[in-house]
């Protein structure tokens, strides 16, 4: 069975019904969130310290709600404007007319996994690396989705279950084949093929990819919350399924919190995919806490760790149009294992400036360590940033909740 799912204008849909029911107002909030880098020194091994102030993060967020339906938008200044539609990292509404349900359709983030933020860094599952990690198991956003969720705190539990598609998908011709991005021909004729051309898209089509993820909360005590996850996506191009699973604790009270992650997944893609990858193997562990000394200061530490066994696509010549089609040179990895092990610890003390604002000044180290087909010490291997080096952060950072 095929589907097509356009998650934009489904929601749109709802949201104007629900506008036509009656004309009471919406009860309607802006909220946004600013982080700024006002002084951060980095030293990485082999290379030149540098010193960062700018924008690390910049978000707004508008919620509306009437008679159960709400709408949620958020958009994502820092990001890639440039791209259509990628402005909203969420857009979607829900409905939550029947008690303990709740009814979700639009674009936004798909969970199945909780991403705490480190200290001087994001987790390493939302980007936070000076190294650079080599893990395919982020925090999914700017998805396509339909979901729902049953239960309440009240009621112990709370499950929420996905169905979602990637935003963008591989164009195809007439006859269904990938359309190639191609480099300039050589004399004779030879293509040298750079990836695959994508389209932005506001309906994902379940015959080119399909997602599942499911999400379990399990309140165990007023302090402490067990969480599982699960999600696979596949696609046509690599006839394979992309799966990960997620277990995590959390222990809050109002001395401390403790929080703790583990993350185990496999990822297959096509050869001519963006971070492509023939076989992937991740696991990610995670593990934190703060104190609160009084209202004012806190002290924060954080540990992470990856372990990523990565085996590349081999790059046979193919026949495209008509023509030679081979591998063009921007694309690094090939046919090789990469194994890669990295962890991170840092430390900070927070200080609240006020009730929506906060200082932190922290420190991190961080080492990555690369062997490309069982050879250890390589300093520089293609398509790998920064590997087998140790990195230092120095960080002072500014927070802001309006």
């Known amino acids: 069975m095929r589907l097509k799912y356009s998650a934009s204008k489904y929601a749109l849909l709802i949201l104007a019904t629900a506008m036509s029911i009656n004309t009471l107002a919406f009860d309607t909030s802006v909220k946004g969130f600013i982080a700024l880098d006002l002084a951060n020194f980095e ?3 082999g290379k030149k310290e540098k010193t960062v102030i700018g924008i690390g993060v910049l978000d707004l967020k508008v919620f509306a709600e009437q008679e159960g339906l709400t709408f949620n938008m958020k958009l994502d200044l820092d990001g890639k404007l440039n791209e259509e539609n990628n402005i909203f990292e969420e857009a979607y509404v829900g409905y939550r007319g029947i008690r303990d349900w709740r009814f979700m359709a639009g674009k936004g983030v798909v969970r199945f996994q909780n991403i ?15 190294l650079g990690s080599e893990n395919s198991f982020r925090k999914l956003s700017k998805r396509a989705f339909v979901g729902f969720s049953y239960g309440h705190y009240s009621r112990g539990f709370l499950n929420t279950f996905s169905f979602f598609g990637n935003s963008s998908e591989v164009k195809t011709d007439e006859d269904g084949e ?6 300039t021909s050589g004399n004779n004729g030879t293509y040298y093929v750079k990836g695959y051309v994508y389209e932005p898209v506001t309906a994902f089509d379940t015959d080119k990819q399909l997602g599942l993820a499911n999400k379990f909360e399990y309140y165990l005590s007023k302090e402490l919350t067990l969480t599982q996850g699960l999600v696979m996506m596949r696609n046509k191009f690599t006839g394979k399924t992309t799966w990960g699973a997620a277990a995590s604790l959390r222990y809050e009270t109002g001395e401390f919190e403790i929080w703790s992650e583990a993350i185990h997944g496999y990822t297959s ?6 971070y492509s990858t023939y076989r992937k193997r991740e696991s ?4 934190g806490g703060e104190y609160f000394l009084n209202h004012e200061w806190s002290l924060l530490a954080n540990t992470e760790g990856l372990v ?9 010549d193919f026949t495209y149009r008509g023509k030679v089609a081979k591998k063009d040179g921007s694309i690094r990895k090939a046919g090789s294992k990469y194994d890669t092990i990295q962890y991170k610890a840092e430390a900070g003390i927070k200080y609240k400036l006020s009730k929506s604002s906060q200082l932190t000044l922290s420190g991190l180290w961080e080492n990555k360590l690369v062997e490309k087909d069982n050879v250890k010490d390589l300093k520089r291997i293609d398509g790998v940033y920064d590997p087998n080096r ?4 120095l960080a002072t950072g500014l927070s802001y909740w309006f």
């Open 308 to 316: 990523v066994e990565d085996r590349a696509h081999s790059y046979p």
């Open 269 to 274: 893609t096509a050869a001519y995919e963006k």
């Open 178 to 183: 990938p359309v190639y991005d191609v480099g």
């Open 284 to 287: 990610y562990i995670q593990l």
């Open 43 to 45: 030293k990485i091994e």
């Open 116 to 130: 705490h933020w480190g200290v001087a860094e994001n987790s390493y599952q939302d980007g936070g690396s000076v």
């Open 390 to 393: 140790q990195a230092f952060k």
